[in-house]
C-alpha cells in the first residue's frame, strides 16, 4: 500500500472496527488524522471506538535527529528524534504522511527492509515494534540493558541489538520471543593462569550482512567478532588495537565492513575474512556513516557539521558537503543512490542531491506550529514554499535554510509555475490563488469553480489545469486569466491532474475510480483506466 494511501488507511482501520480490536482502529483512525485533519469518517471513528477528541500530537523534532532511513522507491523518508517523535514524510512534497508519538525517550529506530515495521528501541531496555502502515503494535521486546545498537535482519524475520548486557540478542519479531544471546567475551589468564575466568564486554555495535548468513559485533574489548546466522558460533575474531569500534555497517553487496574508531577514524574490512583494506582519517569525530547502493562510497558525518565521502577502493576523499550549522547525528543513502539524508543536532532534516553536485535540495525544521502540509522547492532551488496546519505560509531561503517571510494563509496545496515567478495555493474553499512570488501580493483568484486536489501547470507555463469537486477540469490560460476549456468526462471529485513532460498530454484521476488520459490538441479524451480502489498515482 502507498503511504499516502487514505482511503486504504480508513479500510484498515473500520476492518479493526469491525472485528472489535478498538485499539488497533483508534491508532488507525488516529493515523488518518495526520494526513487528513479534516476527514469526517477518522473524527466519527474515533468517537465510536472511544476516543472523544482528536488531539494533534506534537510532531516536530525538538532533540537531535538519532535516525533517518530512506523508503525502498528513495519516496519517502523516516526522521526519528530522542524526544520520541518518529516522523515519515513524502519527499516530493514535504508533507508528513506518517506520524507516531512515543512515551519513551529514544535511543534506536530502525526501519525493516521492506519498511513494513518500525522498530523503536527506548534508551533504558526496551524495544517496541510498530506497523508502519497503521501503527498498531506488533511487538514489545526486552534488552537486559542499555540498547547502543539495532538492526533488522534482511528477511525481515529477526532483530538484533547489543549493549551493556554485554551480547547481542536476536529477537524472532512475530513471535516477540529472544531465540539466541551472542556473549562477548574472553578467558581472562592474567588473575590466574591456571583457572581462567571469562570476562564480558559491552557491545558498541551490530551489522547484519546483506544475505543474512552472518552478524558482525564491535565490543569494547576491540575485538571484531562474526557470526554465522545458522549455528550461532563466532567463526572469526579479529582485534584492533585501536580500541572500541562505535559503529559498523556492511556495504550492500556484501564486500565490505565499515567500522567507526574514537577520534575520526574509519577502517574497512573485507566482509567475511575480516581482513584490513582500507583506512580513512577523517576530519573530526564521526558520528554516522552510510554506504552508497553500488559499494564503493562511504559517507561519513564528523562533529564538525561536514560530510565526507570516501572511494573505498581508492581511499580517495570525494566529496565534501557542509558545514551544516548543527552536526549531523545520522545519515542514510536514498536506495536510488541519488540524495543522501542527514538529521542533525538541532532536530534538522537534510536532503542532499548528490547528482546535482551536492546541493540541499530538503530541509525541514521548527518554524511551522504545527504539521507541515506541503513544501515546494524552486526550480532555481532559491527558494522553499511552504504552507501548514498553523494556517500560515512561509517562504525560506532554499540556501541557508532562514525564513524570509510569512502569510497568515490556510493552504492544502502548492503548485509553482515552470520560471518560478507565479505560485498557485488551494485553500478548503475550493478556490484556486495565484501570488506574484517577487512582490508577495495575489495577483489573481480564480473561484468559478469549486476546485480540489493538485492544481499543475503545463511545462510551458502558459496554462493551469484545475480538477473541480463536480469532476470537470478547467484548463486556464494564465496570461489571459480566462478558462479555454472544460474537460468532462469523471463523475465524482478529481483528485489529481499532472501533465506530460512534452505538455502534449494531461493525466488526470478521480474519485470515481478512473483515470483519464488527454490529448492537448483538440482537447480529447484518449482512453480511460478503471481502478479497484484509489491511491495516489500521479
Request: proline share 3%.
Amino acid at each position: 500500500m502507498w503511504l499516502e494511501d487514505l482511503e486504504g488507511l480508513l479500510e484498515v482501520a473500520e476492518k479493526y472496527e469491525g472485528m472489535g480490536q478498538l485499539k488497533d482502529a483508534t491508532t488507525a483512525y488516529d493515523q488518518a488524522l495526520v494526513l487528513n485533519p479534516g476527514d469526517e469518517r477518522a473524527r466519527k471513528g474515533l468517537k465510536r471506538t472511544g476516543k472523544i477528541e482528536y488531539v494533534r500530537r506534537d510532531v516536530k523534532h525538538k532533540r537531535g535527529i538519532i535516525a533517518v532511513d530512506w523508503s525502498l522507491d528513495s519516496m519517502y523518508l523516516l526522521s526519528a528524534s530522542g524526544d520520541g517523535v518518529v516522523n515519515i514524510w513524502a519527499i516530493n512534497s514535504g508533507k508528513i504522511v506518517r506520524h507516531y508519538k512515543t512515551v519513551d525517550e529514544l535511543g534506536h529506530v530502525a526501519w525493516s527492509p521492506d519498511r513494513k515495521y518500525v522498530a523503536m528501541g527506548a534508551t533504558e531496555d526496551n524495544i517496541l515494534v510498530l506497523d508502519t502502515y497503521t501503527g498498531r503494535e506488533v511487538a514489545r521486546m526486552k534488552y537486559d540493558g542499555l540498547i547502543k545498537d539495532m538492526v533488522w535482519s534482511p528477511d525481515n524475520k529477526y532483530l538484533a541489538a547489543g549493549g551493556l548486557a554485554d551480547a547481542v540478542y536476536v529477537w524472532d519479531v512475530e513471535r516477540s520471543g529472544r531465540i539466541i544471546e551472542l556473549p562477548c567475551e574472553l578467558l581472562d589468564y592474567e588473575s590466574e593462569p591456571s583457572l581462567p575466568t571469562i570476562v564480558s564486554y559491552l557491545v558498541y555495535s551490530v551489522a547484519w550482512s546483506p544475505k543474512g548468513e552472518y552478524i558482525v559485533s564491535g565490543s569494547e574489548d576491540g575485538f571484531l567478532r562474526l557470526w554465522d546466522t545458522g549455528t550461532w558460533k563466532v567463526i572469526r575474531m579479529v582485534e584492533d588495537k585501536d580500541g572500541c569500534i562505535d559503529l559498523l555497517a556492511w556495504s550492500p553487496d556484501g564486500r565490505y565492513i565499515a567500522g567507526v574508531w574514537t577520534g575520526g577514524l574509519v577502517k574497512i574490512w573485507t566482509g567475511k575474512r575480516l581482513l584490513l583494506r582500507q583506512v580513512f582519517r577523517c576530519g573530526d569525530r564521526v558520528h554516522d556513516i552510510s554506504w552508497h547502493p553500488d559499494s564503493r562510497l562511504l559517507a561519513c558525518s564528523l562533529s564538525n557539521g561536514v560530510i565526507e565521502v570516501w572511494d573505498v577502493r581508492t581511499g580517495e576523499k570525494v566529496m565534501v558537503l557542509g558545514p551544516e550549522k548543527d552536526h549531523i547525528l545520522s545519515l542514510s543513502w536514498s536506495p536510488d543512490g541519488a540524495s543522501l539524508a542527514g538529521g542533525d543536532s538541532g532536530g534538522m532534516v537534510h536532503v542532499w542531491d548528490l547528482e546535482g553536485g551536492g546541493k540541499v535540495v530538503f530541509r525541514i525544521e521548527g518554524g511551522h506550529e504545527s504539521y507541515v502540509r506541503e513544501s515546494l522547492l524552486s526550480s532555481r532551488g532559491d527558494r522553499i514554499v511552504t504552507v501548514s496546519g498553523d494556517k500560515t505560509l512561509r517562504v525560506w531561503d532554499g540556501k541557508d535554510g532562514r525564513e524570509l517571510m510569512v502569510v497568515n494563509h490556510s493552504a492544502t496545496a502548492l503548485s509553482l509555475s515552470p520560471d518560478n515567478k507565479l505560485l498557485v495555493s488551494m485553500v478548503g474553499d475550493g478556490v484556486a490563488r495565484v501570488w506574484d512570488m517577487d512582490e508577495w501580493d495575489i495577483v489573481a483568484v480564480l473561484g468559478d469553480k469549486e476546485y480540489s486536489g493538485w492544481p499543475s501547470w503545463s511545462p510551458d507555463g502558459r496554462y493551469l489545469a484545475l480538477g473541480s469537486l463536480s469532476g470537470a477540469i478547467d484548463i486556464w490560460d494564465v496570461r489571459k486569466l480566462e478558462i479555454v476549456k472544460t474537460l468532462r468526462g469523471h463523475e465524482d471529485m478529481i483528485r489529481k491532474v499532472v501533465w506530460s513532460p512534452s505538455g502534449q498530454y494531461l493525466v488526470s484521476i478521480s474519485y470515481d475510480k478512473t483515470v483519464r488520459i488527454w490529448c492537448i490538441e483538440g482537447w480529447k479524451e484518449l482512453f480511460k483506466v478503471t481502478l479497484l480502489y484509489i491511491s495516489t498515482l500521479i
